[in-house]
């Protein structure tokens, strides 16, 4: 009978008859010689993973352990939903594609294998199988080939990429060939089921579509019964040594990261804005500070080296690299991973593998771990590094002063701590050693304290705080640097010094609420502090500004402008992407720029989480870059193009570098929000009295003028 008649009187079986011959066509001695194979296989497999598991061992062990219920969690979240992948259009559907139809195809042949093996320890018949009949087989041969065309698809669209695209993605041989691999054993699993069906005369086009074409299309072209018995036993051979042969080969190829990225996806611990914690017990104890060898990085660290599949993502989202600074956080990855692989764990990696201009180059702007699919965080790698060069006496210049001036004054500008207070001159403002009890303390931070453009932020602010009676004091001369840029650099003693201080000073004045208007301030007193025994309530200024319009403490003022300036906001990567505070900025700006006046606010290509850095964080602020080579320059032309005339910010190291930055572009003014709500609440009049007269004139000059301040 022809195959589509055949075809139309098997479609009439009652679901209970549906089955199929497991290894049907396959002789006994190949039957149990590739078990001997797939046995080789797996033992192969296991080996391999055994090596890299212990290679990761060599890493330090960290505190906290693994937290067992957010890593089931995640698998579902991050591995079984992908969700980490979504968001780049074709490339996270190729994944999704390639993943989801791989992970099927897998669970189904190991469901066969179950079936094959639990029939022959009951002695049932070739067709009386145990399980695999009736609508259990209909749903699962109809799933299987539908994940065996998503895999075929996904390897497709990754092959055509790599083709054509001139993305950032792997190109390398061992990359393609894996996807050829893949792409082969798809290919050859529906050309052997197109010729089981002819051999075995069982179409079911509704059950097996693609199974079905292929059958259909060898009996086009003059297979017949027979001679499909023979091809589809020599194409089953390719098919099964192809896949075993796959498996053996995951650990020793880029398809580890499938396995080790499965495993940092669930473990990993690196919170947005969070470092890792330094005993400085154990720094005394054994003389070491920071990452000098792959053995320093925890093991949790040296996962993510296997589980970086050189896709490129990081690299697109680094502003440093944009810039053209001498850093692509996915090459630091690899390169770290080559030296793994390569020299083991206890290799030097500085000046070898990893040159000291590339760590420095690093904004921490944290990027790069947020876009990553797999949750690595090469800016974790860059910073344990940095401790080690800063240990090592081997930074110099302009960051280098910042740094001793941090350290003898408690500021990086290196101006007299009885100073601190010179920008406040008449505003009368409460001190927590005089007033005892207070709602919120005010963190100042050293920019507002000794720069004088930041100084007028920190004005408005004051005036906005008093305007609304809120109860709040300031710490004045106690107040010290937090250490965040110092810590960023890589002095880890230098700000648990300062941190201790700052500590124990908010410790005697009662403090358990803070503002600050800064967000690496912001990120430090709530992610850092913690670490050395500092627990507050942290907000930043946006948050509070936002409370106080909600609850109508602050009302602005009706300008009665028809019309006025189109106005952009910035938002500062330690706010949006560290802390996730993007709306709270944009509701103060909408309320100081009398919605009717301004609106609508433009918003810049790369806004909230997917900001651009301006150059500053990290401890950049310190560098002494000439302004064509400050990092942040791509965001100033972006700004320039938005057409905007004033461009708000919410941050004062976004203040000063967006103003170097746009100072040839005078028809944009670079302003925080607390100056514009100032403006809008108290009338222009209120932000041009009271000028920090007293502030210390240096504090005046522009980053670019100021070199290494
Ligand atoms: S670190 Fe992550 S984003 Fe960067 S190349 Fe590796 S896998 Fe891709
Ligand atoms: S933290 Fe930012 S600057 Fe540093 S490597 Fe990552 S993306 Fe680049």
């Known amino acids: 009978m022809p195959l589509i008649s055949r075809a139309k009187a098997l479609s009439t079986l009652a679901p209970v008859q549906l089955t199929r011959e497991v290894f049907g066509n396959v002789p006994e001695w190949a039957r149990t010689t590739f078990y001997l194979l797939a046995a080789a296989a797996v033992g192969v497999w296991l080996y391999g993973i055994a090596r890299r598991v212990r290679i990761w061992r060599q890493g330090r062990r960290e505190v906290p352990g693994i937290n067992r219920i957010l890593a089931v969690e995640r698998v579902v979240r991050d591995v079984i939903l992908q969700r980490r992948i979504w968001g780049r259009g074709a490339a996270s559907l190729a994944h999704v594609l390639?993943?989801?139809?791989?992970?099927?195809?897998?669970?189904g042949t190991t469901l066969i294998s179950i079936e094959h093996l639990a029939a022959s320890a009951l002695g049932r018949k070739p067709n009386d199988p145990v399980f695999h009949k009736g609508l259990y087989f209909g749903v699962y041969e109809f799933i299987m080939d539908a994940a065996g065309v998503a895999l075929i698809t996904g390897c497709l669209m990754f092959l055509i990429r790599r083709w054509h695209s001139r993305g950032?993605?792997?190109?390398?041989?061992?990359?393609?060939?894996?996807?050829?691999?893949?792409?082969?054993?798809?290919?050859?699993?529906?050309?052997?089921?197109?010729?089981?069906?002819?051999?075995?005369?069982?179409?079911?086009?509704?059950?097996?579509?693609?199974?079905?074409?292929?059958?259909?299309?060898?009996?086009?072209?003059?297979?017949?019964?027979?001679?499909?018995?023979?091809?589809?036993?020599?194409?089953?051979?390719?098919?099964?040594?192809?896949?075993?042969?796959?498996?053996?080969?995951?650990?020793?190829?880029?398809?580890?990261?499938?396995?080790?990225?499965?495993?940092?996806?669930?473990?990993?611990?690196?919170?947005?804005?969070?470092?890792?914690?330094?005993?400085?017990?154990?720094?005394?104890?054994?003389?070491k500070i920071g990452a000098a060898t792959l053995a320093d990085f925890?093991?949790?660290?040296?996962?993510?080296?296997?589980?970086?599949?050189?896709?490129?993502?990081?690299?697109?989202?680094?502003?440093?690299?944009?810039?053209?600074?001498?850093?692509?956080?996915?090459?630091?990855?690899?390169?770290?991973?080559?030296?793994?692989?390569?020299?083991?764990?206890?290799?030097?990696?500085?000046?070898?593998?990893?040159?000291?201009?590339?760590?420095?180059?690093?904004?921490?702007?944290g990027a790069c771990a947020d876009v990553c699919p797999l949750g690595i965080s090469p800016m974790r790698m860059i910073t344990d590094m940095r401790r080690y060069l800063i240990g090592e006496g081997s930074l110099r210049g302009?960051?280098?002063?910042?740094?001793?001036?941090?350290?003898?004054?408690?500021?990086?500008?290196?101006?007299?701590?009885?100073?601190?207070?010179?920008?406040?001159?008449?505003?009368?403002?409460?001190?927590?050693?005089?007033?005892?009890?207070?709602?919120?303390?005010?963190?100042?931070g050293c920019a507002a304290a000794y720069d004088r453009r930041v100084q007028k932020v920190?004005?408005?602010?004051?005036?906005?705080?008093?305007?609304?009676?809120?109860?709040?004091?300031?710490?004045?001369?106690?107040?010290?640097?937090?250490?965040?840029?110092?810590?960023?650099i890589g002095d880890e003693l230098l700000f648990q010094q300062l941190a201790e201080q700052n500590v124990v000073t908010m410790g005697r004045r009662g403090v358990r609420r803070i503002v600050a208007h800064c967000p690496h301030c912001v990120n430090s007193l709530s992610n850092d502090y913690p670490q050395v025994g500092g627990q507050f309530e942290v907000q930043h200024h946006s948050q509070l500004l936002a409370e106080l319009i909600e609850q109508?403490?602050?009302?602005?003022?009706?300008?009665?402008?028809?019309?006025?300036?189109?106005?952009?906001?910035?938002?500062?990567?330690?706010?949006?992407?560290?802390?996730?505070?993007?709306?709270?900025?944009?509701?103060?700006?909408?309320?100081?720029?009398?919605e009717s006046a301004l609106l609508p606010i433009v918003e810049l290509p790369r806004n909230r989480r997917q900001t651009s850095c301006c150059g500053a964080g990290g401890g950049r602020m310190w560098f002494d870059d000439a302004l064509a080579q400050r990092v942040g320059q791509g965001r100033v032309r972006e700004i320039a193009d938005s057409g905007a005339n004033t461009v708000a910010v919410s941050c004062p190291f976004c203040l000063i570098m967006l103003g170097d930055g746009l100072a040839g572009t005078p028809k944009v003014e670079v302003r925080d929000i607390a100056e514009l709500l100032a403006e809008a609440v108290l009338g222009p009049e209120s932000l041009k009295h009271g000028a920090a007269a007293h502030s210390p004139p240096s504090g005046e000059q522009s980053k670019n003028s100021n070199g290494n301040r």
């Open 552 to 594: 109508g403490r602050l009302r602005p003022l009706d300008s009665g402008a028809a019309d006025g300036p189109s106005i952009t906001y910035h938002d500062p990567c330690y706010l949006a992407r560290v802390k996730g505070v993007t709306e709270a900025p944009r509701s103060v700006l909408s309320a100081a720029v009398n």
């Open 168 to 287: 950032s993605f792997a190109r390398s041989p061992a990359d393609v060939a894996v996807l050829l691999s893949l792409l082969a054993i798809g290919i050859t699993g529906f050309l052997i089921e197109g010729l089981r069906i002819i051999h075995a005369q069982t179409p079911l086009p509704g059950v097996s579509p693609i199974g079905y074409a292929c059958a259909a299309g060898f009996v086009r072209i003059g297979v017949t019964q027979a001679s499909a018995g023979q091809i589809h036993l020599a194409l089953w051979w390719t098919h099964a040594f192809l896949a075993l042969a796959f498996i053996a080969w995951m650990p020793y190829a880029r398809l580890l990261h499938s396995i080790a990225g499965a495993i940092n996806l669930a473990i990993r611990d690196h919170a947005p804005g969070v470092m890792s914690p330094v005993s400085i017990e154990e720094v005394e104890a054994s003389g």
């Open 98 to 107: 390639l993943f989801g139809g791989f992970v099927i195809l897998f669970i």
């Open 298 to 365: 925890s093991y949790r660290q040296l996962i993510e080296l296997d589980a970086c599949v050189s896709c490129g993502r990081c690299e697109d989202a680094c502003p440093a690299f944009e810039a053209g600074k001498p850093l692509s956080p996915r090459n630091v990855v690899q390169d770290l991973a080559a030296v793994m692989h390569r020299e083991g764990t206890h290799q030097n990696l500085h000046g070898q593998a990893i040159a000291a201009e590339t760590l420095w180059s690093c904004t921490t702007c």
């Open 458 to 488: 920190a004005r408005s602010f004051v005036r906005l705080l008093q305007a609304a009676k809120v109860d709040f004091a300031v710490l004045g001369a106690e107040e010290r640097c937090t250490g965040e840029s110092a810590r960023r």
């Open 398 to 444: 302009s960051p280098a002063a910042a740094l001793q001036k941090t350290d003898r004054s408690g500021n990086p500008w290196g101006l007299a701590p009885s100073d601190r207070m010179a920008w406040a001159a008449g505003l009368d403002l409460p001190l927590a050693s005089e007033k005892r009890q207070f709602e919120i303390l005010y963190w100042v």
